[in-house]
């Protein structure tokens, strides 16, 4: 199992990012697909969840609103969308999947002015 996450940089805020996330190893079309983040000092947040049927997605409160979770299936790939971000975005941004217990190397997102 592996994730390759990409997309990451540094913005001011207000501005936006997408993640990208390519899986590989299993079989992609049958897991929920997680984001989840890392702030410096702090632990691993769960940001947006994406079922693997129908597209039932779930996000954190903080940023409900402002991120959208999307997958296509035919490219093995989970996508995030960050609009209006916020420095207390700032993260290393990575994807999983339940109940793999296996870590990429993550993507640096910047907010700053």
């Known amino acids: 199992v592996q994730f390759v996450e990409s997309g990451g940089g540094s913005v001011q805020p207000g501005g936006s990012l997408r993640l990208s996330c390519v899986a590989s190893?299993?079989?992609?079309?049958?897991?929920?697909m997680n984001w989840y983040r890392q702030a410096p000092g702090k632990g691993r947040e769960l940001v947006a969840v994406?079922?693997?049927?129908?597209?039932?997605?779930y996000y954190v409160d903080s940023v409900k609103g402002r991120f959208t979770i999307s997958r296509d299936n035919a490219k093995n790939t989970v996508y995030l969308q960050m609009n209006s971000l916020k420095p207390e975005d700032t993260a290393v941004y990575y994807c999983?999947?339940?109940?793999?217990?296996?870590w990429g190397q993550g993507t640096q997102v910047t907010v700053s002015s």
């Open positions: 190893g299993f079989d992609f079309s049958a897991y929920t």
């Open positions: 994406i079922g693997n049927v129908g597209g039932a997605t």
């Open positions: 999983a999947a339940s109940p793999f217990d296996a």
